[in-house]
């Protein structure tokens, strides 16, 4: 009976947090995630690659370094118009890797407009026992970012 219980607890996610929401939450001045859903980032970035798109230009430079990826060549069916007024809003993300397939993360931006500073802080949250490598490309939202404004990332 021991065994059943064990085996019934391990294929049911006995092993997994139950208290843990699974989803990418979202604090400080963060408007709203933002996805390249579909495309391969995985092999068509540099892990740890640090994103920052302030322009319309920046955008299109962003998503030409993807698409020209050979990972994504057969992805052109993909429409990717930039639905942000980059007048007013601005996107950070970094590309983190993760062996966990229960994983989330919480992401925060902070802005502190007497130093010119941007603190984007991601902690990655792990639950379970799976074993399985993905990635987060963790792309955010945020007001406009200023030309003269500083970026620190950190991931914990």
Partial sequence: MKNFIIIFLIYTGGGCCIDEPYNNENKGEIIKGYSFNGLDLLNCLEMNQEIIIRSKEEYDDFLSILMNCPYNKDKDSLNFNADIDFEKFSILGKLIETNDCNGYFIREVTIDKDNQLITYEITKK?????????????????PSIPNNCKVVFKVR
């Fill in 126 to 142: 792990k639950c379970g026992s799976c074993k399985e490598n993905m990635a987060n490309i963790n792309c955010v939202v945020i």
